[in-house]
């Protein structure tokens, strides 16, 4: 006889673990199903926690080797021990995975090891590692399953020499010479530490720039920053074909009409991600998957064209973002408690975790020009800040766009040190509707980073005071 649960949750990622916490704190029982042993999908296991620890421990060693010495610290033999700095990655994904195991745990939460499969209403098949297969019952469902790697049919994964983010962040020796195909986040971060650890690292870009939605003015500054710490950038380049030889990738690319060649020793495709449903069994359930971008339809709840399906995250519109992927599990769990909740997608944060770090909430300038609204920018560079100078971190600014008549906050974008911490605020000011003048009247701790922002609030209305 099946188990029976009241939700039973697909995939344990940042999505699907939050749901089934959530759920499992408002009287649910829960199933969690994940291929993985560990716990915390993509994001913890081979996404966003192994490449922060490996951007900043990248961090730590290019600033030991290049720039300690400002600061009065004189260190002689920086060396590198990549096995250790892979270790500590490795020993930091794994406290946070079984810290998500110890929640389950703490909170009654049934966790499954295997492949599920939509079987009928209310129904999941789980095949598990051993080979054996259970069925599961419950009342509702959720689709969690994350994204993946996009590949290039041009350049396909070899998982050696040609690899996804999932192997880029586990080479045994640094690259002599790594290109990464694709300007986004994803290459950029990863291009970062490698190129930080040694490596020469091209970047080559069908589109005119990096970063192609993230704020223009600000993603050039950025460009103009990681070409200074040696990524070489090739933009307006569409690659076109691959082959190997003598432990060597060549990448055939054109560009402006003309045929380009590049050689490396690995080669990092990150052209973007696509949401995980294969063998799922959608089409068999009826669930229905935009034909266009592979995504799952659902409605303003998240339950897709079956009743009691549901589905957040990466599966469906919207960015592919680990914190967004939260918020739409805790709803989904909530509603199904009967209560009433929303995720507000115009306070949803992105960052490149790069160094200077760009971050982001709200519409981009070019967003607010294309709606025919009128506006007003306030900027203040990190150049005039105290504490910035201090930490001797003064590459970039805060930009904040405010709609001309009401003052309402339209956008803010932060490059800069640390700009991932510091976008909280913008964050929290645009989810209670506030104007560029409520961040203006806020008090600022001195000497705080947090300073430019009240700075660029001022800025907006010609009253910044340390400009």
Request: with cysteine; charged share 20%.
């Given at each position: 006889?099946?188990?029976?649960?009241?939700?039973?949750?697909?995939?344990?990622?940042?999505?699907?673990?939050?749901?089934?916490?959530?759920?499992?704190?408002?009287?649910?029982?829960?199933?969690?199903?994940?291929?993985?042993?560990?716990?915390?999908?993509?994001?913890?296991?081979?996404?966003?926690?192994?490449?922060?620890?490996?951007?900043?421990?990248?961090?730590?060693?290019?600033?030991?080797?290049?720039?300690?010495?400002?600061?009065?610290?004189?260190?002689?033999?920086?060396?590198?021990?990549?096995?250790?700095?892979?270790?500590?990655?490795?020993?930091?994904?794994?406290?946070?995975?079984?810290?998500?195991?110890?929640?389950f745990k703490k909170n009654g939460i049934t966790s499954l090891q295997g492949t599920a499969k939509l079987v009928g209403p209310g129904n999941l098949s789980v095949k598990k590692a051993q080979g054996s297969s259970e069925v599961v019952e419950a009342q509702s469902i959720l689709l969690a399953t994350g994204s993946e790697a996009a590949?290039?049919?041009?350049?396909?994964?070899?998982?050696?020499?040609?690899?996804?983010?999932?192997?880029?962040?586990?080479?045994?020796?640094?690259?002599?010479?790594?290109?990464?195909?694709?300007?986004?986040?994803?290459?950029?971060?990863?291009?970062?530490?490698?190129?930080?650890?040694?490596?020469?690292?091209?970047?080559?870009?069908?589109?005119?720039?990096?970063?192609?939605?993230?704020?223009?003015?600000?993603?050039?500054?950025?460009?103009?920053?990681?070409?200074?710490?040696?990524?070489?950038?090739?933009?307006?380049?569409?690659?076109?074909?691959?082959?190997?030889?003598?432990?060597?990738?060549?990448?055939?690319?054109?560009?402006?009409?003309?045929?380009?060649?590049?050689?490396?020793?690995?080669?990092?495709?990150?052209?973007?991600?696509?949401?995980?449903?294969?063998?799922?069994?959608?089409?068999?359930?009826?669930?229905?998957?935009?034909?266009?971008?592979?995504?799952?339809?659902?409605?303003?709840?998240?339950?897709?064209?079956?009743?009691?399906?549901?589905?957040?995250?990466?599966?469906?519109?919207?960015?592919?973002?680990?914190?967004?992927?939260?918020?739409?599990?805790?709803?989904?769990?909530?509603?199904?408690?009967?209560?009433?909740?929303?995720?507000?997608?115009?306070?949803?944060?992105?960052?490149?975790?790069?160094?200077?770090?760009?971050?982001?909430?709200?519409?981009?300038?070019?967003q607010v020009r294309e709606l025919g609204r009128a506006y007003r920018v306030g900027k203040f560079p990190f150049l005039a800040n105290g504490r910035a100078r201090c930490l001797g971190e003064t590459e970039g600014l805060v930009k904040i766009l405010a709609d001309a008549k009401s003052d309402r906050l339209l956008g803010v974008h932060?490059?800069?040190?640390?700009?991932?911490?510091?976008?909280?605020?913008?964050?929290?000011?645009?989810?209670?509707?506030?104007?560029?003048?409520?961040?203006?009247?806020?008090?600022?701790?001195?000497?705080?980073?947090?300073?430019?922002?009240?700075?660029?609030?001022?800025?907006?209305?010609?009253?910044?005071?340390?400009?």
């Amino acid at each position: 006889m099946a188990d029976r649960f009241d939700l039973a949750v697909i995939g344990a990622g940042p999505g699907g673990y939050v749901a089934a916490i959530r759920a499992a704190q408002l009287g649910m029982k829960v199933v969690c199903v994940d291929r993985r042993s560990a716990l915390g999908g993509t994001c913890l296991n081979v996404g966003c926690i192994p490449s922060k620890a490996l951007l900043d421990s990248s961090e730590l060693y290019a600033f030991a080797g290049s720039r300690i010495g400002e600061y009065g610290v004189k260190i002689d033999g920086i060396t590198l021990d990549l096995k250790t700095m892979l270790g500590r990655k490795d020993h930091v994904v794994k406290g946070l995975t079984d810290g998500i195991a110890y929640l389950f745990k703490k909170n009654g939460i049934t966790s499954l090891q295997g492949t599920a499969k939509l079987v009928g209403p209310g129904n999941l098949s789980v095949k598990k590692a051993q080979g054996s297969s259970e069925v599961v019952e419950a009342q509702s469902i959720l689709l969690a399953t994350g994204s993946e790697a996009a590949d290039l049919p041009a350049l396909p994964f070899d998982g050696s020499s040609i690899v996804s983010s999932t192997e880029a962040l586990s080479f045994e020796r640094v690259p002599t010479h790594l290109i990464v195909v694709g300007g986004g986040y994803i290459g950029l971060e990863l291009g970062s530490v490698w190129a930080r650890l040694g490596a020469k690292v091209t970047v080559v870009e069908f589109l005119p720039r990096i970063l192609p939605f993230a704020d223009a003015e600000l993603a050039t500054i950025l460009h103009k920053s990681l070409a200074k710490q040696g990524l070489k950038f090739h933009l307006e380049t569409k690659v076109t074909g691959g082959s190997q030889q003598g432990g060597q990738v060549i990448v055939n690319a054109q560009a402006k009409g003309e045929g380009v060649l590049f050689q490396g020793d690995k080669v990092l495709v990150a052209i973007g991600r696509r949401p995980v449903t294969s063998g799922l069994g959608l089409d068999e359930a009826g669930v229905a998957v935009d034909k266009k971008t592979g995504r799952v339809v659902v409605d303003a709840n998240y339950q897709t064209s079956v009743p009691g399906i549901y589905a957040i995250g990466d599966l469906i519109s919207g960015p592919m973002l680990a914190h967004k992927a939260q918020e739409e599990g805790s709803a989904v769990a909530e509603q199904l408690a009967g209560m009433k909740t929303q995720v507000n997608y115009a306070a949803i944060p992105s960052v490149v975790y790069t160094w200077p770090e760009l971050a982001s909430v709200g519409a981009t300038e070019e967003q607010v020009r294309e709606l025919g609204r009128a506006y007003r920018v306030g900027k203040f560079p990190f150049l005039a800040n105290g504490r910035a100078r201090c930490l001797g971190e003064t590459e970039g600014l805060v930009k904040i766009l405010a709609d001309a008549k009401s003052d309402r906050l339209l956008g803010v974008h932060i490059l800069g040190p640390r700009a991932s911490e510091l976008i909280a605020e913008a964050v929290l000011a645009m989810e209670f509707s506030a104007s560029a003048e409520d961040l203006a009247r806020t008090c600022h701790a001195h000497p705080t980073l947090s300073e430019a922002i009240h700075e660029a609030a001022l800025a907006g209305d010609q009253r910044a005071i340390h400009l």
